[in-house]
């Protein structure tokens, strides 16, 4: 079972990413997925989740507005498009799958985690 997480780059401010998010090995239909992301030096923080059916989407304040997840799970895949990027944006950015069908906004709650996708903003 795998997650690959997949989109990052190097960006100025003002500019957009779309991450991507593909699961093999096993469908997580019906599972409630997640972003979270970790600058240098800092712990691992909460970015965005989806519940199961993608009606239910929570954002961390540092990005609502400018931050959209969705998934498609004809393609076993997740997003995150990531609009009016600052260089407080700048981390290696981690997808996950629940534990449920829930949104969820704890690590803890999450079992499948995938490898990072680093995202650089420059001022």
């Known amino acids: 079972v795998q997650l690959q997480a997949s989109g990052g780059g190097l960006v100025q401010a003002g500019g957009s990413l779309r991450l991507s998010c593909a699961a093999s090995g096993r469908t997580f239909t019906g599972y409630g997925k997640g972003w979270f992301r970790q600058a240098p030096g800092k712990e691992r923080e909460f970015v965005a989740t989806?519940?199961?059916?993608?009606?239910?989407?929570y954002y961390a304040d540092s990005v609502k507005g400018r931050f959209t997840i969705s998934r498609d799970d004809t393609e076993n895949t997740m997003y995150l498009q990531m609009n009016s990027l600052t260089p407080e944006d700048t981390a290696v950015y981690y997808c996950?799958?629940?534990?449920?069908?829930?949104?969820?906004?704890?690590?803890?709650?999450?079992?499948?985690w995938g490898q990072g996708t680093l995202v650089t903003v420059s001022s």
């Open positions: 996950a799958a629940a534990r449920s069908a829930m949104a969820a906004r704890t690590i803890n709650e999450y079992n499948y």
């Open positions: 989806i519940n199961w059916s993608g009606g239910i989407t």
